[in-house]
């Protein structure tokens, strides 16, 4: 890919993706905690659950590893966008997952107040809410207007559509 082509798309489309990702992922983790409880025959759902929470992990990072090192999740062709390192070139295996342990920063800070505050419910979702907005609003001070967990690992993620398709509903 040629540099010149690495346009950053806008804030809103790679929310948007990431929503969808969310959407997409939901069917990931409940097949996922189905053969879980179904190979430990976990009963109720507090037994086991530092395991389920560690099987998860590992599945969630096996997704997005493998489709990142492909260049795309069905969530970022939907929204054409792409993963690249900063020459443009595919990831590599151990740069994606370098990536997933880094975009933990969207998840864990909120839930280190929330635990440490021993906050209620509505409290939660807008610490979360807070620094959701707070964090991505931050890539506009950023080098490419990228997400700071992608600068740090290498990686960027790109506007792309397959050569002799049009640019679709989601270009914009």
Known sequence: MDTAELTTPAIARR???????GMLLFGVVFIAG?????????????????????FLFVVISAYFVEFWSRGQTLAMKTWNIRICNANGAPVSRQRAMLRYLLSWVWILPPLFVSWAGALPAGAIALVFLVWLLAWAGSSFLAPGRQFWHDIAAGTRLVHYVLPGEGAGPAAT
């Open 15 to 21: 929310l948007a993706c990431w929503l969808y990702e």
């Open 34 to 54: 189905y053969l879980f409880g179904t190979l430990t025959q976990t009963r109720h759902a507090l037994d086991n659950r530092h395991g389920l929470q560690g």
